[in-house]
């Protein structure tokens, strides 16, 4: 009797996280408010938000936005006007950015996502095609991540929770991305990297970005 066939295995499905803010006056891109203004770093904002939403949704996978803060007035069953047809939650009240990002990942991993991806709205040079690389990368590596220009990432995927990547982190510095990778070395795992893009968090990055929009 021949042996019988295995079906192929399942491609794990994907999810992507989307960390973010409601877009309020004066409680948007605060370093950013220090150099050119409230009302127009707000505008920046919106900017950022409309086009991270258009590479969302271009890029064609499940996806969930976790805002920092609640809504006022917000209907937990109705998307925000700024992420069309996506559901929403919001982010632990305590804890650092990792603790949140890793909450975030284990609801994600627990609902039955194989791969998941976390990014931020602050890189305008995020595409669709990118989101659909670092996805693709967690089909034969344990982590992906897209590194920023100031020492941060803008996006970390992986297919399985590592929480040692979230613990020990001086958040918002140039250290983020090192130290990270340090961890993903020392716990052995096969790391994919995106290429590097230009985050928008203060006045200066603002006028690099304007002066090339290219660079993104």
């Given at each position: 009797m021949k042996n019988a066939r295995m079906p192929p295995a399942a491609t794990p499905a994907p999810h992507l996280l989307v960390f973010a803010r409601e877009p309020v006056l004066g409680r948007v891109k605060t370093r950013l408010a220090a150099g050119i203004g409230a009302a127009?770093?707000?505008?920046?904002?919106?900017?950022?938000?409309?086009?991270?939403?258009?590479?969302?949704?271009?890029?064609?996978?499940?996806?969930?936005?976790?805002?920092a803060e609640a809504p006022a007035g917000g209907d937990p069953a109705l998307p925000r006007p700024e992420w069309p047809g996506l559901p929403w939650r919001v982010q632990p009240a305590a804890g650092s950015l990792g603790a949140r990002m890793a909450q975030a990942f284990e609801e994600?991993?627990?609902a039955g996502a194989g791969r998941v991806v976390v990014i931020g709205t602050d890189c305008p040079g995020l595409s669709a095609d990118l989101l659909r690389q670092a996805f693709d990368q967690l089909l034969s590596h344990e982590l992906v991540v897209g590194p920023a220009d100031d020492g941060g990432y803008y996006l970390l995927g992986m297919n399985e929770l590592e929480a040692e990547l979230?613990?020990?982190?001086?958040?918002?510095?140039?250290?983020?991305?090192?130290?990270?990778l340090a961890d993903a070395a020392r716990?052995?795992?096969?790391?994919?990297?995106?290429?590097?893009l230009h985050d928008v968090d203060s006045a200066q990055d603002l006028a690099t970005w304007r002066g090339n929009p290219a660079r993104g």
């Open positions: 127009a770093a707000l505008a920046v904002y919106r900017e950022l938000l409309a086009l991270t939403a258009a590479a969302v949704a271009a890029a064609q996978v499940p996806a969930t936005v976790w805002l994600a991993f627990a979230f613990a020990n982190k001086a958040w918002s510095t140039a250290t983020v991305l090192p130290d990270t716990l052995g795992l096969r790391v994919a990297r995106l290429p590097t």
